[in-house]
């Protein structure tokens, strides 16, 4: 049973391009949830996913970030026009039930703004 | 104040120590606490959870909560520098996870 997969590793784009980071849950897994990881400050929420719903993006910036996750398919992270202060490690976890203490991350997207 | 607080060491031991790790929190409501390890440059891994107060044993890691101080523990007995990591708590209410920003070990053969 492979484990939550996110692609690419290792992101670079300069200032103004868009990053898109891909997710894919552990199989039989319907909950994505997505962190940033900056150096110093541990993990911060970002948005939580159900398939074809965002159930809550309270820890997304209102503007140039957004997220899905379709009905077929990896969940995706896009962030528009990207900043150097987007430079972070960007994680997703799944889990199989909502609230559930059993969350399973990915090995992250490093992406660095030049 | 942060949801959940952790100092973040760096903590180093030499090998077979006992090593205490802590993680206080704010929010009462929260039910689920875990304890994740971090390899440099990998995803958390999870490593325990515990739901609401007591003591949760698993082969040489210990995980304690204390609902009446917010106060998470982490046990690591005869520690081998395989454990060097960093270590975060976190504690979920409903589908909101809160983590602490890890504290990192090292353990020196």
């Known amino acids: 049973n492979a484990g939550v997969m996110q692609n690419p590793r290792h992101l670079v784009r300069r200032r103004g391009q868009e990053a898109r980071l891909r997710c894919s849950p552990m199989?039989?897994?319907?909950?994505v949830y997505w962190y940033r990881q900056l150096p110093e400050e541990g993990l911060k929420f970002m948005v939580y996913?159900?398939?074809?719903?965002?159930?809550?993006e309270s820890g997304m910036p209102k503007e140039r970030f957004s997220a899905e996750f379709p009905k077929e398919g990896p969940s995706i992270l896009r962030i528009q026009q990207v900043v150097r202060g987007d430079s972070a490690a960007y994680f997703c976890?799944?889990?199989?039930?909502?609230?559930?203490?059993?969350?399973?991350f990915g090995p992250g997207t490093r992406l660095l703004v030049l | 104040q942060k949801e959940v607080e952790q100092d973040p060491g760096p903590l180093s031991v030499p090998e077979g120590a006992i090593v205490s790790l802590n993680c206080t929190y704010s929010?009462?409501?929260?039910?689920?606490f875990m304890w994740y390890r971090q390899y440099s440059r990998k995803g958390p891994e999870l490593l325990m959870y515990?739901?609401?107060?007591g003591n949760k044993e698993d082969g040489r890691f210990t995980a304690q909560v204390d609902k009446s101080s917010k106060y998470i523990s982490l046990f690591i007995r005869d520690s081998q520098p395989s454990d060097s990591a960093t270590y975060l708590c976190?504690?979920?209410?409903?589908?909101?996870?809160?983590f602490g920003t890890g504290t990192s070990l090292t353990v020196i053969p």
């Open positions: 976890a799944s889990s199989q039930i909502v609230g559930q203490e059993t969350q399973y």
């Open positions: 199989k039989g897994h319907s909950h």
């Open positions: 996913l159900q398939k074809e719903n965002i159930i809550d």
């Open positions: 929010n009462s409501a929260f039910q689920y």
């Open positions: 515990t739901y609401s107060s």
């Open positions: 976190a504690a979920n209410t409903g589908n909101q996870f809160y």
